[in-house]
């Protein structure tokens, strides 16, 4: 099974921004989608962005105006652009892919990067 890690997570200011990064690694035949999702406490986990193939997005009505997905397919890498931060944005942000190696389709979870929005 391919190795997913995600990078970027941290400390910011409302109204700053943050990257994240989101690499697949390891045996890889294609990739269906990539995307973020993201849980705060107490909260149940909630979609952020995914991206597809084809470049389709679709995004959380929360984020939607000041996140933007993107995704490079040379080096199978998804990022997170998120700008114009919130205190409500604060939570662990778990990337998520869909992607088959030569025989198995697998829906595979990172192990998540704490965003913490505060002044």
Do not use: H
């Not at 973020?36 to 909260?43: H, N």
């Amino acid at each position: 099974q391919a190795q997913l890690v995600e990078s970027g997570g941290g400390l910011a200011q409302p109204g700053g921004s943050l990257r994240l990064s989101c690499a697949l690694s390891g045996t890889i035949f294609s990739i269906s989608s990539m995307g973020w999702y993201r849980q705060a406490p107490g909260k149940e986990r909630e979609l952020v962005a995914v991206i597809t193939s084809s470049g389709y997005t679709n995004y959380g009505d929360s984020v939607k105006g000041r996140f933007t997905i993107s995704r490079d397919n040379v080096k199978n890498t998804a990022y997170l652009q998120m700008n114009s931060l919130k205190s409500e944005d604060t939570a662990v942000y778990y990337c998520n892919t869909l992607y088959s190696d030569y025989s198995v389709t697998w829906d595979a979870w990172g192990q998540g990067t704490l965003v913490t929005v505060s002044s």
